[in-house]
């Protein structure tokens, strides 16, 4: 089955404490994103990544950084989380830059203390 | 003025109404038109994609785009409480590394 992995679902954390979002996507797919959506605001994309090695900044980059060593995982890296990235956040893939088809995950429910 | 407004709703409709959805926006470079929905606890799934100006159809959803007034809308017949979910719009540029500008989504809830 085709599909986005993420991973934690669920997490609470403290303030300045390192954490890691992992995502995996099945279907070979060159692009892959990271978005946070919260309530008033909407989806707002943070990173993407082209292919491996290759990523760059989206809309709201601060606090985040982001790593494609293969071309299947993209995990999103909060080295110090403050209560300001509070949010739900999501991967997602697809297979060309001209096609509005993302696949999303289930999404990572985060809150920092 | 953000690049996309949507209706905020939430949206209640009985079943077999047909449904309305709308979205404005202000960059007239997009050219790639979305409806995704959103499922609680669930990740946006693409609903309808459309390029540029026109109608398309797929089974009891049509969804509208109208350049010269940059606006999009989404059409769903018959309602089903299945349709029960958020209805996000989203557009893009072409060549924009996979960024999608969305609007806020609206809530429907479809009455059995």
């Known amino acids: 089955e085709a599909q986005v992995t993420q991973n934690p679902r669920y997490l609470i954390t403290v303030t300045g404490k390192k954490l890691t979002v992992t995502c995996s996507q099945n279907?070979?797919?060159?692009?892959m994103s990271w978005y946070r959506q919260d309530p008033g605001l909407g989806l707002r994309q943070i990173y993407y990544?082209?292919?491996?090695?290759?990523?760059d900044k989206g809309d709201v980059p601060e606090g985040y950084k982001v790593s494609r060593k293969e071309k299947r995982n993209f995990p999103l890296i909060l080295e110090s989380p403050s209560p300001n990235q509070t949010s739900l956040y999501f991967c997602?893939?697809?297979?060309?830059?001209?096609?509005?088809?993302?696949?999303f995950g289930e999404g990572s429910r985060l809150t920092v203390l | 003025q953000k690049e996309v407004e949507q209706d905020p709703g939430p949206l209640s409709v009985p079943e077999g109404a047909i449904v309305s959805l709308n979205c404005t926006y202000s960059?007239?470079?997009?050219?790639?038109f979305m409806w995704y929905r959103q499922y609680s606890r669930k990740g946006p799934e693409l609903l309808m994609y459309?390029?540029?100006?026109g109608n398309k159809e797929d089974g009891r959803f049509t969804a509208q785009v109208d350049k010269s007034s940059k606006y999009i809308s989404l059409f769903i017949r018959d309602s089903q409480p299945s349709d029960s979910a958020t209805y996000l719009c989203?557009?893009?540029?072409?060549?924009?590394?996979?960024?999608?500008?969305f609007g806020k989504g609206i809530t429907l809830s479809v009455r059995p």
């Open positions: 997602a893939s697809n297979p060309g830059p001209n096609t509005g088809e993302l696949f």
């Open positions: 279907m070979n797919h060159e692009y």
């Open positions: 990544s082209m292919n491996v090695e290759v990523t």
């Open positions: 960059n007239s470079a997009f050219q790639y």
């Open positions: 459309t390029y540029s100006s």
């Open positions: 989203a557009m893009s540029v072409p060549g924009a590394n996979s960024k999608l500008t």
